[in-house]
């Protein structure tokens, strides 16, 4: 506890206190019907100069904001044996120092992390297919309802038989889409798509996460 509280703890401890913060602001958004992490948007839209940057972090395997969670919990757990290891020996290390050993640490690490996560994250389907591919195609609301506010989410299946899961918004005109509906895809902005109600013919025929053959 006295390492928690030490002044050189400090930059892990407030890591850690955010890592927290998001996961509970994640939760509660998932609960009220959309993910924390839509807000955040596409990194390769608006940062195209550090696209190297995130590719290489493995960004699109898994959502920025798991990338963001992963570092925050690495770099505070990192942090915290190296000032473990260090009050053993020589004594705590300055705040600064131990800070820049630890981001040093988990930068791979993290990098690492993602490539374990991201064979159980759900692939962003604007790195796995072409996004033409995707319209016309039906899906099942998995995240709303769909509206003309804020993205919800949207699963479905590639020509490929790939899951995917995609940001989506109800059509102009559309009532509040609920979560478990079947949606058809009618058109995109970038990567967020327009759905609309699937008509019942391509409903009885839809397959979703859930379906067994």
């Not at 992490?37 to 390769?44: A, I, K, N, Q, V």
Request: aromatic share 8%.
């Amino acid at each position: 506890m006295n390492l928690l509280l030490a002044p050189e703890s400090a930059p892990f401890f407030i890591a850690a206190a955010i890592l927290v913060a998001l996961t509970v602001i994640e939760v509660m958004a998932m609960v009220i019907g959309f993910s924390f992490s839509d807000m955040l948007g596409d990194p390769f839209d608006s940062h195209d100069g550090l696209s190297w940057l995130f590719s290489w972090f493995n960004v699109g395997g898994v959502p920025i904001l798991i990338l963001v969670m992963l570092f925050l919990g690495i770099f505070a757990i990192c942090g915290l044996l190296i000032q473990m290891v260090a009050s053993h020996t020589y004594g705590l290390l300055p705040a600064s120092i131990a800070a820049t050993l630890s981001v040093i640490c988990s930068i791979p690490l993290t990098r690492h992390s993602t490539r374990a996560v991201a064979r159980i994250v759900p692939r962003d389907e604007t790195y796995a297919v072409d996004l033409s591919d995707l319209v016309g195609r039906t899906g099942q609301v998995t995240v709303g309802p769909l509206d003309q506010g804020l993205p919800g989410q949207v699963q479905i299946k590639d020509t490929h038989g790939n899951w995917h899961t995609v940001r989506a918004r109800a059509a102009k005109g559309e009532v509040a889409i609920p979560v478990r509906t079947i949606v058809l895809l009618v058109d995109r902005t970038k990567d967020i798509f327009t759905a609309i109600v699937a008509p019942p013919d391509l409903q009885a025929s839809a397959e979703t996460p859930t379906t067994e053959h």
